[in-house]
């Protein structure tokens, strides 16, 4: 079974992923089929990862279209995935004004805002997306903005809307790290610590090969004194890392949170210089990720 890392922290603002879309698009009536032409060139486009020929499809299909609300978001997407935030706003912006896509294009421009740091904005896109269409992962990004922002019980009530609807190791750990931090920033009763340890039970019951969550229990075990568990946790959390590492078939970048995931651990087991080791190795992939994404980007 392919081990299941999970990670939740502002780390992952620095790797510009090209988050996929679950958009769901109507069948759009009477447009021209040389605009449609290109928008399936611009797909082909993005498939290989030459984004600024789909940009440039996608604009060849605005200008024969100009009401082409998909044209729009889709180049949207494009743009954010290369840092173009300004015309990623843009393009959501003109998407709305078509009173088209409205939950899509709300979420993904509180993408944008979220990585701009505008969190206010951020939170108003995601919740204008939310009251149109009720998704879970669109929810799980405004809770972790008030996970992020300390708006705590905003986020547990998020949290607890998806577990209701739709239960996962994820969703489970989420609240169950809510709960944590709630314990941690406001000193509150052994009985939060409790319920985050509750969580993290589910999320492992759910997912045994959960690394970050044996992670954060091994965490509450060590609050709670129970340090034979704690280290039984935190030796669980490094051999599965360990194990993704050593399986890892994907683009190098990936590698980066895992390594750095794995250092944590190795310091919380006082294994100073291994978790030093990985802390090189996270640098390295991550000076070799930013001149790969500057290569596609406008940031020269």
């Known amino acids: ?12 603002i620095l790797t510009f992923l090209f988050a996929s879309r679950f958009v769901s698009w109507d ?11 290109h928008l399936n060139d611009a797909a082909r486009f993005i498939r290989k990862g030459e984004y600024y020929q789909a940009i440039t499809e996608l604009t060849h299909a605005i200008e024969i279209e100009p009401r082409y609300a998909q044209a729009y978001i889709q180049r949207g997407r494009v743009n954010y995935h290369l840092t173009r ?44 997306s939310i009251k149109k269409r009720k998704n879970a992962l669109v929810m799980s990004k405004r809770a972790q903005i008030f996970l992020e ?3 705590l019980d905003e986020a547990l009530a998020d949290y607890n809307y998806i577990i209701k609807r739709r239960p996962s190791a994820i969703a489970y750990y989420n609240r ?71 399986k890892w078939q994907k683009n190098a970048d990936g590698l980066l949170n895992i390594y750095l995931w794995r250092a944590v651990a190795y310091k919380k087991q006082d294994y100073v210089q291994a978790a030093e080791t990985d802390l090189k190795k996270v640098y390295s992939l991550y000076t070799q990720f930013f001149l790969n994404k500057l290569s596609v980007s406008d940031i020269l």
């Open 1 to 12: 079974m392919r081990t299941l890392i999970y990670i939740m922290t502002p780390v992952l």
């Open 85 to 128: 935030y300004k015309e990623a706003i843009d393009d959501y912006t003109k998407t709305l004004s078509f009173k088209r896509y409205i939950a899509d294009a709300h979420a993904s421009r509180g993408d944008v805002y979220h990585a701009l740091g505008d969190i206010p904005q951020a939170i108003t896109d995601y919740t204008a």
């Open 149 to 151: 922002t300390g708006q």
């Open 176 to 246: 169950g790290n809510a709960y944590y931090q709630k314990f941690l920033r406001l000193h509150e009763a052994e009985e939060t610590l409790k319920l985050a340890l509750s969580d993290f039970d589910k999320a492992i019951e759910l997912a045994p090969q959960f690394a970050i969550a044996h992670l954060s229990r091994g965490d509450v075990y060590n609050h709670l004194g129970q340090q034979k568990s704690r280290n039984v946790d935190y030796a669980k959390a490094i051999d599965l890392l360990t194990e993704a590492i050593d």
């Open 27 to 37: 069948r759009l009536k009477n447009v021209d089929t040389e605009a449609v032409k």
